[in-house]
Nanobody
């Protein structure tokens, strides 16, 4: 399965963006997640969604970000609201069978939040 993430860009503080991750094959059996890596920092997990639709979030984004999926469209989403400068990072999508998926990765999309 190949993943392609898109939707990043430059946004002002308090703004919103929606990231998408399109898959080349069926994703209904996969758990999925969004990760991010800020300059000089390690990659961190942002949000997870199981193949049953259960979700989990990092404390830093809880209440502001929403992960969702559309299996029919083979697409994973991340709605990001109330963006902060510390949300600036390259965002990656990942899918796989593990609870914390890491088998298939997208190339990443850059989100820059300006103050």
């Amino acid at each position: 399965v190949q993943l392609q993430a898109f939707g990043g860009g430059l946004v002002q503080v308090g703004g919103s963006l929606r990231l998408s991750c399109a898959a080349s094959g069926n994703i209904f059996s996969f758990n999925a997640g969004w990760y991010r890596q800020a300059p000089g920092k390690q990659r961190e997990l942002v949000a997870l969604i199981s193949n049953q639709g259960s979700t989990a979030y990092a404390d830093s984004v809880k209440g502001r970000f929403t992960i969702s999926r559309d299996n029919a469209k083979k697409t994973l989403y991340l709605q990001m609201n109330s963006l902060k400068p510390e949300d600036t990072a390259v965002y990656y999508c990942a899918m796989g069978a593990l609870v914390v998926p890491n088998t298939y990765w997208g190339h990443g999309t850059l989100v820059t939040v300006s103050s």
